[in-house]
């Protein structure tokens, strides 16, 4: 392709994101460096610290983590290259920096299992059992693969190798990477800000404008994580919306912060609008067990078995 061609820088990424996935990483080196000294971008600073990763530490140009700290500066909104980040530094044994990096992953993505289980395993190398023993647990009921990953090495604090993340588009505005977030609280008290969107969500989801109450909710997780009800409401709306994968991350991560009937119940309806019954009825069952006389669990089960 021609290099004025308005493809052809493009182009030039995509051949450097082959080269990444054939092992050829003086190459794709070559081909990124030279794509950022033209106009930086955080696509390609990103891949660039992903091939420093995998060439070593004894590899010509900055390290790794050098060049996702600049990623991160290019777009603070994608949790992609945050996770990235910190999972390098993990890989460095620099649990400080990888716990650090690692909770803006998570802020910005609740629902990143990976980040939440690497996130875990930084946490008890620095000797936080419990907070990691949370974080483990919460990347289990995110995602099936943590559970197995542990069962072939019981007993090792270890996470996956080969969990960073390429980039494989370039010069896209950061607002079409991810919805923006509010990254700039500091001027205020973040409790009390939180809990003003957390307000606004609510006010929003009442009135059926999921749309608003959703936006509204995802900035009051992003300014406190870990509020279930901000989760519990953002997974109904998101149910009522239709997207049931979001809705049911959302409402896992609210359990997990506080394992309450109602928001089982809602998780229940999720599922059974995924069409995911077999889940659905062990909801259900859980729910029994623990309050024999819940008659909407009771309505649910008998809605499965016709």
């Known amino acids: ?41 955080s696509a390609i600073v990103n891949n660039l610290g992903i091939v420093q990763l995998r060439r070593g530490p004894a590899a010509p ?15 603070d909104t994608d949790s992609d290259l945050f996770f990235n980040l910190g999972y390098a530094f993990w890989l460095e044994k620099d649990q400080a920096n990888a716990i650090h990096w690692l909770r803006e ?63 494989t588009d370039v010069d896209v505005p950061a607002s079409l990477r991810v919805e923006t977030m509010i990254v700039a609280a500091e001027q205020r008290d973040q409790r009390d800000l939180a809990a003003f969107h957390l307000q606004a969500g609510r006010r929003a989801y009442q009135a059926e404008r999921d749309a608003e109450a959703i936006a509204e909710l995802r900035r009051a997780v992003y300014l406190s994580p ?25 409402l896992k991560i609210a359990l997990w912060i ?18 995911d019954l077999e889940t659905a009825r062990a909801e259900l069952t859980w729910i029994l067990k623990a309050d024999p006389q819940n008659a909407e669990a009771k309505q649910l089960l008998q809605r499965l078995e016709k």
């Open 226 to 250: 870990y509020q279930s009800e901000a989760h519990l409401l953002l997974g109904r709306a998101y149910l009522r919306s239709g997207r049931l994968d979001e809705a049911v991350d959302a």
């Open 258 to 275: 506080d394992d309450t009937i109602v928001g089982h119940l809602v998780l229940v309806e999720a599922y059974i609008q995924a069409r």
């Open 61 to 75: 140009g900055d390290r790794a983590v050098a060049y996702l700290q600049e990623a991160t500066r290019l777009d």
């Open 105 to 167: 992953a998570v802020r910005r993505n609740p629902a990143d299992d990976a980040a939440h289980y690497v996130l875990g395993v930084a946490l008890q190398s620095s000797g936080a059992t419990t907070e990691a023993a949370r974080e483990k647990e919460l990347a289990r009921r995110l995602s099936s693969e943590y559970a197995e990953w542990e069962a072939k090495q019981p007993g090792v604090n270890a996470a996956p190798r080969g969990l960073e993340r390429i980039k």
């Open 1 to 41: 392709m021609a290099p004025g061609h308005r493809l052809a820088r493009q182009a030039r990424f995509l051949s450097g994101v082959s080269l990444l996935h054939l092992g050829r990483h003086d190459q794709a080196f070559s081909t990124f460096a030279g794509l950022h000294r033209v106009k930086p971008d």
